[in-house]
C-alpha cells in the first residue's frame, strides 16, 4: 500500500475488559442485597467484554432469523432458523439463570444478582434478551394455576437451553412467551377478538389473530383471549403432549428498524389447544404480573443500552486527538461525556433500586410493592425515553466513525426506541402512574425521595413543587393532558434523590444543577459551569483504563 495509508490516530479495540467493572453497577448491587453474586458478576462481565462475545452479537444481528412455513414435502413446520451465534448467546444467559434464577434460588437479594447479570450481559446483545425476559417474568402468572405451574415450573427454571420443538416436558429447559397484542387493539388488550371455546377434556380451543409475538420460537406462551366468562389468560404449547404441533401458524416475520436478531411474529390460531391460567374473565389481572416483571427488565435494557453507549464514547474520547489534544481533555467534549455518564449513571442507579424493591415487595414488604408499583412505571416512561437520545449523542462522540456499522454504535441507536414501546409505549405508561397514584398514593414514593431530605437545596425545591403537584391533581381531563410532564418531574426528582444519597457528589451536583435546577440545556454537553465533568468522566471509564 503507499503511505498514504498508514493507520494513525485510529482508537485500539476496545476487548478484553470487564464489562461488569462498573462503579454503579457493583454499588447498587451491593446496596440492594446481592454482594454474595459479585464475583460471579465479573466472571460474566470479563467474558462479556471479549472479542468473541462481541462478534456472536454482530452476527446474531447480520444473520436474521429466517421462517421456514413449510418443508420440502408441503408440511406445515412454522419453524425459525437463527444463526449459532444467537444460540451462543442464549446459552449464556440461560446457564448464567438470567431468565429464572430469582424462582429457582430465592435468597435476599436474588432478583438484583438476576438483574445484575442481565443489565451486564444486556450491554453484549439486546435482541435476545427478549425471550429471556418474558422467561423469567411468566412464573408468577403461571402460578395463578397451581397445577400448571408445578408441571412447568422446573423445567422453565432450569438453566439448560434445550432449543427445538419437542413435547415441552420431554426438554432440559423451556422458554416462555407472551402474545397479546392484535391488529385491532394494540396496548387496548380487552378489543382483542381470538376466542377461547372450553373442549370436554377441561383445555380450551383458541382461534384468532395476533399482531405481535416476540420470540415465537420459545416453548410455551401466555395468550390472551375471549373465554365465555371476558378476557382471560391461557398457556399454550408449540407441541402437544401426543407429540404433534399445536395449531398456532407463523404468518410472517416482522421487518423491524431494530431488534433484529429477534423475531417477532404474525401469528394465526386455528382451534389451537390451550390451558387457563387463573380465573375467566381475569385474563388482564393474571398477566399483568408478567408485565410488571418484564417492564423492570426494559427498565435495565434502557440502563445497559446507556452503559453500552457510553463506554466505547469514552474510550474513543480517550484515545482520539484531534486539534493536538486528546478529545476527552477539550472542555467542551468532556462537558458531553460527563453529561451521558450523569445519565447514564441515574438510569443505572433508579434500576438497581426498583430491582431491590421487586426483592422486597416478592417477600411480602407492603410499603416497598406500593413504591415498586408506581415508581416501576416512572422508571419504565423516563429511562426509556432518555435511552434514544443518549445513544444518538453518544453515537456522535464517534464523528464519522459511530455512525459506520463495524462501530457496534448504530445498533445501538436502534435498539433504543423499542423498549419505549414494549410493555406500554410512552402515554400507555403515563397513564398507568395516574392509576397508580389513585390507587397506592404517592405516600410510599414521598417517603423514598424524603430521605435525602435537607442534603441539596435543589432537589428540596423540586421536591416541594412536585408536592404541590401532586397535591392539585382533581381535574381528570388536566391531569391527563399534563400527565407527561409529571411522570417526567417525579422520575427526576427520585433519580435526583437516589443520587444524592448514593452517588460521588461530583455526579450528584451535575444531576441537580442540571436536571433539577433549571439550568441545563435541551442537548446532552449543556452541564452549567462549576460541574467537576473530569472526576464524572473519569469515574465512567473504570473498565476500560
Given at each position: 500500500m503507499p503511505a498514504t495509508h498508514a493507520v494513525t490516530n485510529q482508537v485500539p479495540p476496545l476487548v478484553d475488559h470487564d464489562v461488569a467493572d462498573d462503579a454503579a453497577l457493583l454499588e447498587g448491587l451491593r446496596r440492594e442485597g446481592a454482594g454474595w453474586a459479585e464475583d460471579d458478576l465479573h466472571q460474566l462481565g470479563r467474558l462479556a467484554g471479549t472479542a468473541r462475545a462481541q462478534e456472536w452479537g454482530r452476527l446474531a444481528n447480520e444473520y436474521e432469523p429466517v421462517l421456514r412455513t413449510h418443508d420440502r414435502y408441503g408440511h406445515r413446520i412454522d419453524e425459525v432458523e437463527y444463526h449459532p451465534a444467537y444460540h451462543e448467546l442464549m446459552?449464556?444467559?440461560?446457564?448464567?439463570?438470567?431468565?429464572?434464577?430469582?424462582?429457582?434460588?430465592?435468597?435476599?437479594?436474588?432478583?438484583?444478582?438476576?438483574?445484575?447479570?442481565?443489565?451486564?450481559?444486556?450491554?453484549?446483545?439486546?435482541?435476545?434478551?427478549?425471550?429471556?425476559?418474558?422467561?423469567?417474568?411468566?412464573?408468577?402468572?403461571?402460578?395463578?394455576?397451581?397445577?400448571?405451574?408445578?408441571?412447568?415450573?422446573?423445567?422453565?427454571?432450569?438453566?439448560?437451553?434445550?432449543?427445538?420443538?419437542?413435547?415441552?416436558?420431554?426438554?432440559?429447559?423451556?422458554?416462555?412467551?407472551?402474545?397479546?397484542?392484535?391488529?385491532?387493539?394494540?396496548?387496548?388488550?380487552?378489543?382483542?377478538?381470538?376466542?377461547?371455546?372450553?373442549?370436554?377434556?377441561?383445555?380450551?380451543?383458541?382461534?384468532?389473530?395476533?399482531?405481535?409475538?416476540?420470540?415465537?420460537?420459545?416453548?410455551?406462551?401466555?395468550?390472551?383471549?375471549?373465554?365465555?366468562?371476558?378476557?382471560?389468560?391461557?398457556?399454550?404449547?408449540?407441541?402437544?403432549?401426543?407429540?404433534?404441533?399445536?395449531?398456532?401458524?407463523?404468518?410472517?416475520?416482522?421487518?423491524?428498524?431494530?431488534?433484529?436478531?429477534?423475531?417477532?411474529?404474525?401469528?394465526?390460531?386455528?382451534?389451537?389447544?390451550?390451558?387457563?391460567?387463573?380465573?375467566?374473565?381475569?385474563?388482564?389481572?393474571?398477566?399483568?404480573?408478567?408485565?410488571?416483571?418484564?417492564?423492570?427488565?426494559?427498565?435495565?435494557?434502557?440502563?445497559?443500552?446507556?452503559?453500552?453507549?457510553?463506554?466505547?464514547?469514552?474510550?474513543?474520547?480517550?484515545?482520539?486527538?484531534?486539534?493536538?489534544?486528546?478529545?476527552?481533555?477539550?472542555?467542551?467534549?468532556?462537558?458531553?461525556?460527563?453529561?451521558?455518564?450523569?445519565?447514564?449513571?441515574?438510569?443505572?442507579?433508579?434500576?438497581?433500586?426498583?430491582?431491590?424493591?421487586?426483592?422486597?415487595?416478592?417477600?411480602?414488604?407492603?410499603?416497598?410493592?406500593?413504591?415498586?408499583?408506581?415508581?416501576?412505571?416512572?422508571?419504565?416512561f423516563w429511562v426509556c425515553k432518555r435511552t434514544a437520545p443518549h445513544a444518538a449523542e453518544a453515537l456522535e462522540c464517534l464523528g464519522g466513525n459511530g455512525y459506520v456499522e463495524e462501530s457496534g454504535m448504530p445498533r445501538l441507536y436502534r435498539e433504543a426506541p423499542l423498549i419505549s414501546i414494549w410493555e406500554g409505549s410512552g402515554n400507555v405508561v403515563a397513564l398507568d402512574v395516574l392509576r397508580a397514584l389513585g390507587s397506592v398514593g404517592a405516600d410510599a414514593f414521598l417517603a423514598e425521595v424524603d430521605r435525602a431530605a435537607g442534603a441539596d437545596r435543589r432537589l428540596d425545591e423540586a421536591v416541594a413543587r412536585l408536592r404541590k403537584d401532586l397535591h392539585g391533581l382533581s381535574d381528570p381531563a388536566a391531569a391527563q393532558a399534563g400527565a407527561r410532564r409529571l411522570v417526567e418531574r417525579m422520575a427526576l426528582v427520585l433519580q435526583g434523590s437516589l443520587l444524592v444519597r448514593h452517588a460521588p457528589a461530583a455526579v450528584a451536583d451535575a444531576f441537580c444543577a442540571s436536571r433539577l435546577d433549571g439550568d441545563w440545556g435541551v442537548a446532552f454537553g449543556t452541564l452549567p459551569s462549576g460541574v467537576d465533568t473530569a472526576a464524572i468522566v473519569e469515574r465512567s471509564r473504570r473498565a476500560t483504563g
Open positions: 446459552t449464556v444467559a440461560i446457564g448464567n439463570g438470567m431468565h429464572a434464577a430469582p424462582w429457582r434460588d430465592p435468597r435476599p437479594g436474588a432478583h438484583v444478582a438476576r438483574a445484575a447479570r442481565f443489565f451486564t450481559w444486556a450491554q453484549v446483545e439486546a435482541g435476545h434478551g427478549c425471550p429471556v425476559s418474558m422467561t423469567y417474568a411468566v412464573v408468577p402468572a403461571l402460578r395463578h394455576s397451581p397445577e400448571l405451574a408445578e408441571r412447568f415450573e422446573p423445567l422453565l427454571a432450569a438453566t439448560d437451553y434445550d432449543p427445538g420443538l419437542r413435547v415441552p416436558e420431554t426438554k432440559r429447559g423451556l422458554t416462555a412467551g407472551m402474545s397479546m397484542t392484535e391488529k385491532q387493539g394494540g396496548s387496548d388488550v380487552r378489543a382483542n377478538t381470538t376466542r377461547a371455546v372450553p373442549a370436554s377434556d377441561g383445555s380450551y380451543r383458541l382461534t384468532g389473530h395476533k399482531w405481535f409475538t416476540s420470540a415465537p420460537m420459545c416453548d410455551v406462551f401466555l395468550v390472551l383471549a375471549q373465554a365465555p366468562g371476558g378476557l382471560s389468560c391461557f398457556l399454550l404449547p408449540r407441541v402437544l403432549p401426543d407429540g404433534t404441533r399445536n395449531r398456532m401458524h407463523l404468518q410472517r416475520l416482522k421487518d423491524k428498524l431494530g431488534d433484529r436478531s429477534n423475531a417477532s411474529a404474525e401469528v394465526e390460531y386455528d382451534e389451537a389447544v390451550a390451558w387457563l391460567v387463573g380465573e375467566e374473565g381475569r385474563g388482564v389481572s393474571t398477566i399483568i404480573q408478567m408485565v410488571n416483571l418484564t417492564r423492570l427488565d426494559c427498565v435495565l435494557a434502557g440502563a445497559a443500552g446507556m452503559r453500552a453507549a457510553l463506554v466505547p464514547a469514552v474510550h474513543h474520547a480517550t484515545h482520539r486527538r484531534a486539534f493536538g489534544d486528546h478529545l476527552v481533555d477539550a472542555p467542551l467534549m468532556r462537558n458531553v461525556l460527563a453529561d451521558l455518564a450523569v445519565e447514564s449513571e441515574a438510569a443505572t442507579t433508579l434500576a438497581f433500586r426498583l430491582a431491590g424493591a421487586t426483592d422486597r415487595a416478592v417477600a411480602g414488604d407492603e410499603q416497598e410493592a406500593a413504591f415498586r408499583r408506581l415508581a416501576l412505571a416512572l422508571g419504565k
